[in-house]
Nanobody
Framework: QVQLVESGGGSVQPGGSLRLSCDASGFPVEHYAIGWFRQAPGKEREGISCISSSGVVIHTADPVKGRFTISRDNAKNKAYLQMGGLRTEDTADYYC??????????????????WGRGTHVLVSP
């Protein structure tokens, strides 16, 4: 069964940190790019950061540059999003997704065809 499962979300105060994990199973994740996306209430889904199958960071969105870091461990079938300096505007549901890279490296959501169910991040004083 092809599956991505996110974990690590929760409630944190502004300035705090969280590390999100994405566990992959049922497919050869080492051949797939992994992306982290988020969607806040009333807003469109936003690509946060994506990493190629070989570990090259494809993209990091401007609002999180210098604060969020994507990484992966193919041996463990995992990807991570380390988030620091969290702000209230980072509150959202965070999703990881996998892209088979047929069309080359991308951080566009339409290229990602396997998605997790998401984990919620709440940044509040």
């Amino acid at each position: 069964q092809v599956q991505l499962v996110e974990s690590g979300g929760g409630s944190v105060q502004p300035g705090g940190s969280l590390r999100l994990s994405c566990d992959a199973s049922g497919f050869p994740v080492e051949h797939y790019a992994i992306g982290w996306f988020r969607q806040a209430p009333g807003k469109e889904r936003e690509g946060i950061s994506c990493i190629s199958s070989s570990g090259v960071v494809i993209h990091t969105a401007d609002p999180v540059k210098g604060r969020f870091t994507i990484s992966r461990d193919n041996a463990k079938n995992k990807a991570y999003l380390q988030m620091g300096g969290l702000r209230t505007e980072d509150t959202a549901d965070y999703y990881c997704a996998a892209d088979n890279q047929v069309d080359g490296p991308s951080c566009s959501a339409e290229h990602y065809d396997t998605w997790g169910r998401g984990t919620h991040v709440l940044v509040s004083p």
